[in-house]
Each structure stands twice: as C-alpha cells, then as structure tokens.
C-alpha cells in the first residue's frame, strides 16, 4: 500500500505558484527498510504538473550499477534497497515552468555508528539591532536584513539576490509589468539565477544550494503574503516592497 510522507517545499521565489508535490511511498517516514525490501516513489497524484525530475545521490553503486529506475512517464521511482543511506529528490514543474522541490533520506538496512553528538553550546544571543533604512514604509528592509544576518549564507549570492530584487522591483515601480503575477515569475526566475548562477537549479549541486537559502525566503513570505494584500498589492507597491527587502538583503550581506 503507498502512503503519504511529508516533504519539504524549496521554492526559490516569493510567491510563486508552483506545483505541491504529492508523493506517495510504500514505506513510512522513519520506517527502518530491510534489504531486499520494494521501496517505490509516485508523483502521480501531483495536481497540475506538466514535469518530473527525479535524482538519487548515490547515484550509483561501487559496481557502477544504477542505485535506482525510473518510470517511462517519469512520475515514479524505484529506489534499489540496498544497504546503505540516499538522498531521494524530486523536482516538479508545470507549463509556467515554476518548480517545486521534496527531498527524502531513505537508509536501507542499519545506518553505521556516527561520532558522539556534540554537547549543546549556549542559547543564541538576540539578534543585533537592524540599522536605519531610508524610505522603509513596509518594514522589509528590516525583515530582509534580520533574515540575511540570521542565517550563515553565501555573501556573494546574497549580494546577488540583493541585485536580483532590486532589478525586478525597480521595473515594477517604473510600470514594466502589469500584475503580481507578472512580478512573481520574474522573480522567481531573477533569484534562481542571482542564487544558482550557472548551476542547474535541479541537478544535486542547484538542490543544495537552493536548499540552503530555504529560510532566507520562509522568514520572509508570511509578510510578503500580508503585504501582497495591502500596501504591495499593486505592481508599483510590489516593486517598492521589493526594493526594500533588497536594501536589507544587501546590508545583510556586508
């Protein structure tokens, strides 16, 4: 029987409406997965996706054999239990070529012994005080700055995530799109290329690192979601809050 398992949603965008993915498995989260077990992955049920990318790191086995299959229509995948510990990741998108990413840890078999846990260090001290912002009517600045200080991120792709908002949200303002929605994709598309570069947003290195910039953009989408619905909820007051956060974001990153 498949079953449900939860998943991480990694969209390296604002608003964007990508597809949720919906997976079904034949093991439970947590479950231990004996060799030689059927261990299956399906997509199937994913509403309103046009495409499907799996990756399995391992990718291959020390013999050079495939550590997994995956089906013609590319929805499913059969993972070889073998033991061992792998990355399941799939990449979703539909015909506005919006993805959605999940990633699973699957061990088959009993995961060797890892190092003694390191003893918990002392509680993180409160963040420092964000500096003044000229101009912030929506106090995204100060949320982009706390969000960008708060996390140990990439200051080079920082600074170009800060470019990134600062392009979209100055077309905005000056009347180049014509709704949220427009802005939305273009971000979207502007910030996986400020944070990937010239890596594939879905091969293993693009997961990683959009994998790490996950809680820049989860600490600041519940305020875009209200702010959307209210003094952003114009293109032009979309692209003045856009240029806040990237205030921030680039103050952030010094």
Known sequence: MLKSFGYL??????????????????????QEIVPGDIVVFDAGETLEASGFKWAVLPAKFADNRPTNEISLDGKSLRLASRPGQYL???????KDSEISLVKRDVIVGKPAPGPNPIPPGPINPEPLPAPK???EEMGMSTAAYQAAITGTYDKVKLKALAQAFKQIGGAATAGG???????????????????CGTVDPVSAEGV??????????????????????????????????????????????K
């Open 9 to 30: 949603l990694i969209v390296c965008g604002l608003l964007g409406a990508a597809p949720i993915p919906v997976i079904k498995t034949t093991v439970e989260e947590g």
């Open 88 to 94: 399941i990741i799939l990449a979703v998108t539909n």
């Open 133 to 135: 912002f000229p101009n």
């Open 177 to 195: 799109f014509n709704s949220l929605k427009e802005i939305e994709l273009a971000s979207v598309e502007a910030n996986r290329k400020a944070i």
């Open 208 to 253: 990683a690192i959009r994998n790490s910039f996950l809680p820049f953009f989860t600490a600041l989408q519940p305020k875009i979601k209200v702010l959307s619905q209210d003094k952003a909820a114009t293109p032009a007051g979309y692209g003045k809050m856009l240029i806040e956060i990237a205030n921030g974001t680039e103050a952030g990153a």
